[in-house]
């Protein structure tokens, strides 16, 4: 991320919290702009603009680079949803296996 693209961040964190502090050396936004790296601006904005809807703690660079919430996908708690299809998929390969070669043809493996 560019430095005039940190700039355009700091502005917002800088008028939404009073007490986050801007240095005039430029030290903080250079160390920002190399953290966030190639992180997509306007994403970095997203999320920085969500923080601020619903946090009075300053934002960090790792809050700036959390993914955002697509609202096409159902929030699953605690992965409910990914351990259900997850299962559903192993299933499917419990269904589809063969017995290991070692074993004799009709025997059950599970004995």
């Not at 940190?6 to 502090?21: C, G, M, R």
């Not at 306007?42 to 919430?69: C, G, W, Y």
Request: aromatic content about 8%; glycine content about 4%.
């Amino acid at each position: 991320m560019k430095k005039t693209e940190v700039a355009q961040l700091f502005l917002i964190i800088h008028n939404t919290y009073p007490n986050f502090s801007i240095d005039e050396a430029g030290i903080k936004a250079a160390l920002w702009a190399e953290i966030l790296g190639d992180y997509p601006f306007e994403r970095a904005k997203q999320n920085l603009l969500q923080h601020v809807r619903r946090s009075t703690f300053q934002p960090t660079p790792a809050d700036l680079m959390k993914p955002i919430h697509d609202p096409e996908r159902p929030v699953s708690i605690l992965g409910v949803t990914d351990t259900a299809l997850r299962l559903q998929e192993m299933d499917e390969w419990s269904r589809k296996a063969t017995p290991p070669p070692w074993l004799p043809q009709g025997s059950d493996p599970d004995e």
